[in-house]
């Protein structure tokens, strides 16, 4: 039987839907910025995309376009500027940065409680202590495309263990109650770990390294990889043609996880909204709540 495809734009379109009638509800507008330093097109796209889904749910978008010479003491200014803005609930500098700019420095500035890419050391911490924050967006939106299927006891192979992904992601399925394991590419017998697998998480990397045969029968094969290989066409991490022939269900590329990662980060800023006007009425303790450094 092929496997059940995991619909991750239509995932996501909910999540929209979702999000957008929450905003509505409110009264105020929670506020996005997204700085964007130099003219990578592939970043400048997926600004734009960032900037489009956030003002289609009600989010107030704000996009900062730096030239790619910008000096690391402007950009932290820039993020100063931000954290201290009261309009502004969530903050996206938007990765890789020009290799001249001290990429964990931007980080760390920023205030946890806008942490909206979920990458802060305080927002990583609460995720591995198993306390509310800020999580990563794709992250968020794998175990989002899980809902539905057995996570308790269930055997979880995360193949990739970037702080982006697959860190975070074995963090989130071990508090759900999966037996977890956390493989990449230089795992012994990487395709007898991924044998076992009752759920596999596909985050290495390299175009169509997982094969059919390394599948158990009827595993969910979620795959975060997009590669663009010399012809042109995009695809994921696992060969999706032979892994659809066994897992039961699984996500394509394109259409899978992408779409998830954009409705997560307009989630995250509702919730970063929320809790930071809770913070300021001292209904929420440190610290969840605001501390710029």
């Not at 230089?186 to 990397?205: F, K, P």
Request: hydrophobic share 50%; proline share 6%; aromatic share 2%.
């Amino acid at each position: 039987m092929a496997a059940r495809i995991i619909d991750g734009k239509a995932v996501a379109a909910a999540l929209r839907a979702d999000v957008a009638a929450r905003v509505a509800g409110l009264g105020y507008r929670p506020g996005l910025a997204v700085v964007l330093v130099g003219d990578d097109a592939a970043s400048a796209v997926y600004v734009r995309n960032k900037d489009r889904a956030a003002s289609g749910v009600g989010i107030v978008t704000r996009t900062i376009r730096l030239p790619a010479v910008t000096a690391q003491a402007e950009l932290l200014a820039t993020v100063r500027t931000l954290n201290d803005d009261p309009a502004i609930d969530g903050i996206l500098v938007q990765l890789p940065l020009p290799a001249h700019l001290d990429q964990r420095a931007v980080i760390d500035l920023i205030d946890p409680a806008k942490d909206v890419d979920g990458l802060h050391p305080i927002n990583v911490g609460r995720l591995h202590g198993g306390l509310p924050g800020l999580a990563p967006c794709t992250p968020r939106g794998v175990v989002k495309l899980l809902d539905g299927v057995s996570l308790r006891g269930a055997r979880a192979v995360v193949v990739g263990r970037s702080a982006l992904v697959g860190r975070p992601v074995a963090a989130m399925l071990t508090a759900l109650d999966a037996t977890v394991t956390l493989a990449h590419s230089r795992t012994r017998e990487l395709e007898g770990e991924c044998r076992r697998a009752d759920v596999l998480i596909a985050a290495v990397g390299r175009p169509e390294m997982i094969r059919g045969e390394w599948l158990a029968h009827g595993a969910v094969v979620i795959d975060v990889g997009i590669n663009r290989l010399a012809d042109g066409r995009l695809v994921g991490d696992v060969a999706y043609a032979e892994c659809a022939a066994v897992a039961a269900a699984i996500t394509p590329v394109p259409g899978g996880v992408g779409p998830m990662t954009i409705a997560c980060l307009l989630e995250n800023t509702l919730d970063a909204a929320i809790a930071r006007r809770a913070c300021d009425q001292k209904s929420v303790q440190r610290p969840f709540c605001s501390q710029s450094p």
